[in-house]
């Protein structure tokens, strides 16, 4: 039997932010159909009850869920695109930061929500949207470097569609070393944009990320 995250304490309901956080937690384990109020009350260590001083029902945390990935995902994508750079390989290295740092964009929970999709007509409609975009955005981020339209559409689509596909390849995290996955990072920006990283610009892109220089 599961522990309950937090001590049960009299009269305590919890906190909205709580209920939300058991509810992601079970969306990674379990899938959508591990999202039910009294698993979560169990795994909490609250009333069934106390759920419903947060949300209406389990559609209103769904849709807190639902929330929490646009923001974090579609959100923190698009301010990365837009990011000062001075080059399109900075800009694009820039984008890594993305792939590397789940606090900016969380990869298992994009997996678990694009499962969830295949059953959820609405929310399917919400993923083609967010996949529209963000390939805006990154073809906007071309542009914006010079990039004729249809090329920096392409380029965009490259870049998305290959990170998407490297996600929904592995559920678990990535099954390769951090380290030469980062080595390799600068090799796939000059495909992406067709232009060199420069030293300085790998210097700074591994400064961000230090396991890079050790190999694990």
């Known amino acids: 039997m599961t522990e309950p ?10 906190t909205r932010e709580i209920w939300i956080e058991a509810a992601y937690q079970a969306l990674l384990e379990n899938g959508i159909d591990g999202v039910k109020v009294m698993p979560l009350a169990q795994r909490l260590g609250l009333s069934r009850t106390s759920f419903y001083g947060h949300f209406s029902d389990r559609d209103d945390l769904l849709n807190a869920l639902i929330t929490l990935w646009q923001s974090k995902n579609t959100g923190n994508l698009v301010r990365r695109t837009e990011d000062y750079a001075e080059t399109i390989t ?49 073809q906007a981020m071309f542009e914006r470097f010079g990039y ?69």
Not at 5 to 14: C, F, Q, V
């Open 5 to 14: 995250l937090i001590e049960k304490t009299s009269g305590w309901r919890g």
């Open 90 to 138: 900075e800009a694009i290295l820039n984008l890594f930061d993305l792939w590397l740092m789940p606090d900016l964009f969380d990869s298992k929970l994009e997996f678990a929500v694009r499962n969830w999709a295949h059953t959820d007509a609405s929310l399917a409609v919400l993923l083609d949207e967010a996949d529209r975009v963000r390939a805006g955005a990154l």
């Open 148 to 216: 004729d339209a249809a090329y920096a559409r392409v380029r965009a689509d490259t870049i998305y569609l290959t990170q998407i596909g490297y996600i929904s390849m592995i559920k678990d995290g990535p099954s390769e070393p951090l380290g030469p996955r980062l080595q390799r990072m600068p090799y796939f920006v000059e495909i992406f944009c067709g232009k060199a990283v420069s030293e300085a610009e790998t210097a700074r892109f591994f400064a961000r990320h230090p396991l890079a220089d050790k190999g694990n």
